[in-house]
């Protein structure tokens, strides 16, 4: 049960989180963003986007279909927030139940009204679920989220029971006492553990100031490690490295096979077919030459091999006995270097690739960008939130920016929008390279932010249920297209794209070209969706095609397929730059 305690950390928490995002202009807005931010790993941007509380919500306060990675999820909110802590202790009102129930009955039915039923950014997202149903495997997550106790279990059976007709529906409570335990930033206890290893096939050696040994473990063993001592039917979290995602769900591809390959009749080849566990740890110790040696570990932490250990789990609750034949690699590495346990994250990882924003938060291209942005009165977070106190305007989100610098200076629009786990990982080198000025980033981030400024707006008028201009609804799903076509616009013109006061001249120009565009698309193709139309590769080159056929034929630069370098002497202008509130 929550208390007071609970209460007065997550009312902390929604304050300083107010002003994070567009949207949590308010204590009450705030409390949505974390709960989108710490279930599903959201950024500002995309907890923004997926709000579509207001009028005509059908009782759905907010929207997002994940497709990140091997994922097709679909994930519907809604919220309950109360601002007294006598409040919270109510369960979650079952009122608004019957609207989220009708909108399912309409969405999987592909009412013809629905459109109309809807607000426009729901209607978006109606059609963007849609366009999820087509691909394989999609599952719904219904979240009934608030800061109070959960809703009334004869409710909650009545939710279960009028999905369970459905494929795929899981419904989720997040009450006032699950979501701190979600967030609240508490000290993780030190694990010290046994692990017996299998016959004498290990190996060790060491090199200054590391020390390793490889060995085989059982599954059991692996389960054992990560069974929480309190509760035997869940995993302690705390096992795991926090720079990484711990587990994707048996949903996930690569770990459902996993999951099926543990208690398949094929169980004897698990160690030839898996990539095994990652261990760190400040010492490890066992009896040499001993046949199936205890190793015991001091500190150890799981920096690889979190989607194998939580499968094997998962296995382990439904069929014990079929791990009895499942074997598993295991390495383990001595070493109180953080430095080096990043860098076994990192190098070791290959079945659920793990190079992230965290990972790659120490690497001195980010220290010299955060050395170069502070010289310009700016806090450039190479971790999110690592500058959470200062003004937002002067704060610049690594995220954010590599976004930017992929839809404006490399011509990737589409890969920003809906792939932006790859701006940390295959796509990084390319954005975060010895080439990648403060300018780059800066002029491409601070004009999407003005685009971002006719979004916002326009997401506003649709809340307050003000009359919106509907050709540019686009927006919502193609600010980075948008963003792409101003880059294009300032080569065709040879103007710097870098030259901020001259590049922002662009934005409308650009709005206009991509507007009829989609104007013409849709014309053309009675299915269009603007989710559909800006994923795909082909839309960038029929922005070009527009560009081309618009530039004053005079003034038309030859077109070279590479990016225009900043100015040589760009230190004047990004001071500029940097003066400008625009975030």
């Not at 997040?174 to 046994?194: G, N, T, W, Y």
């Not at 869940?234 to 096979?257: C, G, M, P, S």
Request: one cysteine or more; glycine letters at 4%; aromatic letters at 8%.
């Amino acid at each position: 049960m929550a208390t007071l305690i609970d209460w007065n950390a997550l009312v902390q928490k929604c304050k300083a989180y107010v002003g994070e995002s567009d949207y949590a202009t308010t204590e009450k807005k705030a409390f949505a963003h974390i709960a989108l931010e710490y279930l599903l790993e959201l950024s500002p941007e995309e907890v923004t986007d997926s709000i579509t509380d207001g009028s005509n919500d059908r009782g759905v306060d907010a929207v997002f279909v994940d497709d990140r990675g091997d994922c097709n999820d679909i994930h519907l909110f809604q919220f309950k927030h109360v601002g007294t802590f006598e409040k919270a202790k109510n369960n979650f009102p079952s009122n608004e139940i019957d609207k989220i129930l009708s909108f399912c009955a309409d969405l999987l039915n592909e009412s013809n009204g629905m459109e109309q039923t809807c607000n426009p950014i729901l209607w978006a997202k109606v059609q963007e679920i849609w366009s999820a149903l087509e691909r394989p495997d999609p599952t719904f997550h219904v979240h009934f989220c608030g800061n109070t106790k959960p809703m009334v279990s004869t409710q909650q059976d009545r939710v279960r029971e009028s999905l369970e007709d459905y494929n795929s529906f899981e419904v989720h409570h997040h009450s006032l006492d699950s979501i701190v335990q979600m967030f609240l930033e508490r000290k993780k206890p030190k694990i010290d553990a046994e692990l017996r290893a299998v016959d004498k096939n290990y190996f060790e050696r060491s090199d200054g100031n590391i020390r390793g040994i490889i060995c085989t473990f059982e599954a059991n063993e692996i389960v054992k490690l990560i069974t929480d001592p309190e509760d035997e039917g869940k995993v302690r979290h705390d096992a795991f490295n926090d720079n990484v995602r711990v587990y994707l769900t048996k949903r996930n591809a690569v770990n459902k096979k996993i999951y099926e390959t543990a208690l398949s009749d094929e169980s004897s080849e698990f160690w030839y077919l898996n990539n095994g566990i990652t261990m760190t740890c400040d010492s490890f110790s066992y009896i040499p030459g001993r046949r199936s040696p205890k190793i015991s570990l001091t500190n150890v932490q799981i920096v690889n091999g979190g989607q194998t250990s939580n499968a094997l789990f998962e296995a382990h609750l439904n069929d014990p006995d079929k791990l009895e034949n499942v074997l598993v690699l295991g390495r383990i590495y001595e070493t109180r270097n953080r430095d080096i346990t990043s860098k076994i994250a990192e190098a070791t990882n290959s079945q659920t690739p793990i190079n992230t924003r965290d990972l790659h938060s120490n690497d001195d291209i980010q220290k010299k960008l955060e050395e170069s942005f502070r010289d310009l009165g700016l806090f450039y977070e190479r971790k999110a939130r690592q500058h959470s106190k200062e003004p937002k305007n002067k704060r610049i989100d690594a995220l954010s920016a590599g976004q930017s610098h992929l839809a404006y200076s490399h011509g990737l629009p589409e890969v920003a929008k809906k792939d932006r786990a790859r701006v940390f990982r295959d796509l990084y080198g390319t954005i975060f390279n010895n080439e990648v000025t403060p300018q780059q980033l800066l002029v491409s981030l601070r004009i999407y932010d003005e685009i971002q400024i006719r979004k916002r707006t326009l997401q506003k008028k649709i809340r307050n249920k003000e009359k919106v201009d509907a050709s540019l609804l686009f927006l919502i799903d193609g600010g980075y297209h948008v963003l792409f076509a101003v880059h294009e616009l300032c080569e065709v013109r040879g103007i710097d794209p870098y030259d901020l006061a001259e590049a922002r001249k662009f934005i409308p120009a650009a709005t206009d070209i991509v507007k009829t565009l989609v104007k013409d698309e849709m014309a053309d193709d009675e299915t269009f969706t603007t989710n559909r139309f800006f994923k795909d590769l082909k839309t960038k080159t029929k922005i070009q095609r527009l560009v081309l056929a618009e530039a004053p034929k005079k003034k038309v630069a030859k077109k070279t397929r590479a990016r225009t370098r900043p100015s040589e002497n760009p230190r004047s202008s990004l001071k500029n730059s940097a003066s400008e509130s625009g975030r």
